[in-house]
């Protein structure tokens, strides 16, 4: 079986852990354990967030003095896919001994007139007091958003048309390499409609909804997006709530989860489901090899025709 693995942005660090490299390194050795029992019986693909080291990195590139102007996002972007997919790369290749593992920089295509570039979504970056956010916002052209206890930038979010490296990634899983690619949704680029040339745009794609085209366009059989709940949950967070343990997409979507928490995830599961048939699942990392097995986890399967 062909999957695609899409791993949450808190993989690497968890909620209220400190972004050091040593966290990292730490965190990492369970992520790969756990999907590593997978790669031994299919071709796998992993995918990740990098919402937490984009932030770090935003931060650092706004606040050094030597640059004439912060980085844009899409090579702060790759700096991520960079260290990120090394670290899976070196602990998969451990842990997957005599096995072919690769880490690739991947870029996603994004349409120039996609809607979102008008209506800036995403929040990316530190939490800055009212006065210096309103001098960042002039100085470079931000938009600024309450967040919390201030203000922070907040930037397009495209939806995915395309992986540029699909084709690559194909050719990779045939020869049994297990790839780690699309971290962070990937670059985002647009092309030129005159030449083709690719060029880099200061937004942010959502890695889910990335995953799920990636697994589209890939002919894969199923889409496991982990996370750190066991499954999807009706009524979360109220004394009603209860797992959800098998959805079609239109239940999914039915059911109105926030966008910040399981919106993307159902999202992106419902898009697979819907626009190849086949199956994807929602649930904790570290029952990855039982969430594909069917004992664990919110399987998401197509809607049965109408008799």
């Known amino acids: 079986m062909r999957i695609v693995v899409a791993l949450g942005g808190n993989a690497l660090l968890h909620r209220g852990e400190r972004p050091d490299a040593d966290v990292q390194c730490t965190n990492i050795v369970r992520v790969a354990t756990a999907i590593a029992a997978l790669a031994h019986d299919h071709e796998l693909v992993v995918t990740y967030g990098n919402a937490p080291q984009l932030d770090l990195l935003a931060a650092q590139s706004t606040a050094d003095a030597a640059l004439t102007a912060p980085y844009p996002l899409d090579l702060l972007g790759a ?6 997919g090394t670290l899976l790369f070196r602990t998969l290749r451990d842990v997957l001994p005599g096995r072919r593992v690769v880490a690739l920089v991947t870029h996603t295509r994004v349409r120039v007139d996609d809607p979102a570039f008008e209506h800036p979504t995403e929040l990316v970056g530190p939490i800055y007091p009212e006065k210096p956010a309103r001098f960042l916002a002039a100085k470079y052209g931000w938009d600024m958003a309450e967040d919390r206890h201030g203000r922070r930038r907040v930037v397009p979010e495209p939806s995915p048309e395309g992986i540029v490296e699909a084709d690559t990634v194909r050719v990779l899983l045939e020869t049994g390499t297990v790839v780690v690619c699309a971290g962070g949704g990937g670059v985002p680029v647009v092309a030129d409609w005159a030449t083709g040339a690719l060029h880099g745009v200061d937004a942010v794609v959502d890695k889910d909804l990335t995953a799920a085209r990636l697994a589209e366009d890939l002919k894969a059989d199923f889409l496991l997006v982990l996370t750190d709940v066991p499954n999807v949950y009706a009524g979360y967070g109220t004394p009603d709530q209860r797992p959800v343990l098998d959805a079609t997409p239109a239940e999914l979507r039915d059911a109105h989860y926030a966008q910040e928490s399981m919106g993307r995830k159902a999202e992106a599961a419902a898009r697979f489901v819907e626009n190849t048939g086949q199956l994807a699942a929602i649930g904790a990392l570290d029952a ?20």
Do not use: F, K, N
């Open 79 to 84: 700096q991520t896919q960079g260290m990120i």
């Open 288 to 307: 990855a090899y039982e969430i594909v097995h069917g004992r664990s986890g919110t399987l998401v399967r197509p809607d049965l025709p109408v008799a």
